[in-house]
């Protein structure tokens, strides 16, 4: 069985971990949509000496992908923050959107300011893991054929994959076949963002629901949860958390 858990707030995520029956928190550290440094508050800081599992998610600003120079640099600056804020918290991974570049710009500047990040990251023992996004114009993480040129740009380095159901769904990939297929690609599943999502297949719409409460089968979320043999995170409303998760031990 998997490690099972939930995105939770940052205040007091051990608290949050217990009452949802989670072996797995994920959670910011500081404002998901701003450009200030991440802080670890004193109640955050306890869940690194706990039995709880750690991911760090960063804040939904930084897109590296970009060619707009004043959105990238201090993007990759905020990404290194948080590689040493995570490593601080034993974090098991930093979780990263793939970004997205201008609508006219080709999508190989944005693979290759990708590699441009990981060439010019310092050492870091968290490991990066870029999560599939349901939309932005231009994704470099929407569909799988942009996942494998970004695979293919970012060869030689060490870099994780973090599988969204919801944004998969929204982004118009199949979860019937979706983990074979991310497998071929990148050769691993480093975590599994368990959510069902509110629209529709390939609506492109970011919004999240609880399991069985969206659009999604839930026979097919159960399925990605079942070959993709690795830890899961619901991102689903806080309310439905602890059942989310008791579905998925029940059910998986
Ligand atoms: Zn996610």
Known sequence: MPLIGAHVDQDDPLAHARARNAEVVQ?????????????????TREIKNSDVE???????????????????????KLLGAHLAAAAELGARGLIVHGGHVGAGDDPQKGFDNWRKVFERLEEHEVPVL??????????MARKLERVARLWDALDGFDVGFCLDTCHAHAGGEDLADVVERVMAIT?????????????AFDSGADRHASLGAGQIDPELILGVCRSANAPIVVETPFDGQAEDIAFLRTKL
């Open 130 to 139: 870029i999560e599939n996004t349901a939309g932005g114009g231009n994704a």
């Open 27 to 43: 959670f910011f550290l500081g404002d998901p949509k701003g450009w200030k440094a991440p802080v670890i508050g004193e109640k």
């Open 187 to 199: 050769g691993r599943i480093d975590l599994i963002h368990c959510n069902d999502s509110r629209d």
């Open 54 to 76: 750690v991911y760090v998610h960063a804040p939904y600003v930084i897109n590296v992908a970009t060619a707009n120079n004043r959105v990238r640099i201090p993007s990759r």
